[in-house]
């Protein structure tokens, strides 16, 4: 529990450092669920910028942007971690500091090693059908992508900043823009 508790911290330390002071995140025990206590995301950003390309028939990023840190090892696992997270959308939160009550717009996952090296499970392999499972679900992923913090979401890479990073292509193959 203690460990989970610093990743959560060193974690919003990062994004604070990418985002900059104008952007609200909570972690630990600045949020509470008002329907079920332990059911919540790790991380709250409340006004992150988002992305402005627009998908044609899908929903883009909304904020505020609920993200789940865990560290899996198997494909499964992960698998599992996506899908536990998602039901995260449903509840409301209450921001201690603020003193609001929020519903999350997105739901995100990521894991301490694709935030250090890019590799979502274990396997570098693993993370096209991992990415592919999230984004059928609408869940962007936090990616380290050559020392960039994006955002993974259907088919695209997003800086977190909110510009377009990247896409990929036939057979796969990533272009960066």
């Known amino acids: 529990m203690r460990n989970e508790l610093l990743r959560q911290e060193l974690l919003k330390n990062l994004l604070k450092t990418h985002y900059g002071n104008a952007i609200q995140i909570y972690a630990k025990n600045d949020f509470i669920n008002t329907n079920k206590a332990l059911e919540r995301p790790d991380l709250i950003i409340v006004n992150p910028p988002l992305p402005n390309f627009k998908f044609k028939t899908e929903p883009n990023l909304n904020k505020p942007i609920g993200i789940e840190l865990k560290d899996t090892k198997s494909y499964g696992n992960t698998v599992n971690g996506i899908l536990q997270s998602q039901k995260y959308l449903k509840f409301k939160y209450y921001i201690k500091q603020t003193k609001k009550e929020i519903t999350l717009g997105t739901m995100a996952y990521t894991t301490s090693n694709a935030i250090k090296t ?59 823009y």
């Open 118 to 176: 890019g590799t979502i499970c274990k396997k570098f392999e693993d993370n096209k059908g991992i990415e592919r499972f999230a984004w059928k679900l609408k869940a962007p992923i936090l990616i380290n992508h050559e020392e960039n913090l994006c955002w993974s979401f259907r088919n695209k890479y997003f800086t977190i900043n909110g510009k377009l990073y990247g896409r990929f292509g036939e057979h796969a193959i990533f272009y960066k």
